[in-house]
């Protein structure tokens, strides 16, 4: 690393929190979610973490997900969550990844792309309210059920994902984990029964029969939402952003500052560059917003760069002063906040520039 702007991950805090989410979950499994390169933190880093302390399964959105944790060693089982093209079951059935089935079209179709020497793994995705991905119909779960009589294929289990888990007061999770329970009831004996992201499972603890619960959000530490802060006390975030002073100066009453001269310093004032800006994630609609150095906050002031940004400093600093963008005193959902948007998507949002440690 030549630039010192980088992610940085507490690997203590997700073993934490990994670790507090299976005793709350008693008998229930835990499957770690670490698609999207683990919510940004690094996805075999993360996985690695999770299953040393008690997450029993995996979880990613892309094939491709899938196989980078196989080709780091991986052998957990793994489900992929986003729907697969019929003609890449051979590839999911040879590195032994999980994958929804939600239609008997589909199924039909990856059958006949199948050999001998494959065995695909089938989690049946019904959709109950989210409108996304999965089936809605019981006719087509009996026509599922009637396409897995060989050994090409495993019906190992079936799950849903909720529209509103992490909305204390909702009709519709209610009703969608009724609509689940009634397509559960049609399959018995399935190994995986799963409905919980990190919101639900907090809810549904020991409540509902299902033995898996899916949790990303909260294994990094972050909250579902505002609303559910109250029931994960008990989280650490993992996540920082830091970077370092590049260079500090002062400048004069009417000195304008970045693209558009947005900003004019009313006074003498200093101002630190900060090698991080846009290319790397960091929005240009941070303007504004405050970063912390020293334990306080400073502003950036002009527009955010491509590659770095400008902030007011309440003093001269030392080249090289450590700058908190996301960390202690500037939290994820401050940021996202400022964004208009949730943790998870700024989570996501950092690019391959900025490395992880
Ligand atoms: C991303 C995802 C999860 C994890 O959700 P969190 O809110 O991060 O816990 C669970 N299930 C499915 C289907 C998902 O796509």
Redesign the pocket.
Known sequence: MYRPTWIEIDREAIAHNIREIKTRMGEQQVMA?V?ADGYGHGAVTVAEIALENGADLL?V?LLEEAIELREAGIQAPILM?EALLPEHAPVASNYDVAVPVFSADWLQEAKRHLTEIDHLRLHIKIDTGMGRLGLQHVDELKRILAECDDDLVELEGIYT?FATADELSSQLFERQLETFLSYVALVPDIRYVHCA???AAIRLAGQAPFNVV?????LYGAM?SDEMAGHYEFLKPAFSLKSRLMQVKQVEPGQTISYGATYTAPTDEWIGTVPIGYADGWSRKFQGYSLIVDGLPCEIVGRVCMDRLMIRLPREYPIGTEVILIGEGAPIEEAAHWLGTIN?EVLCQFSKRVPRQ
């Open positions: 979610v698609k979880a959105a969550l994902h992201n990190s919101a899916r949790v990303g959000i909260a579902p998870y």
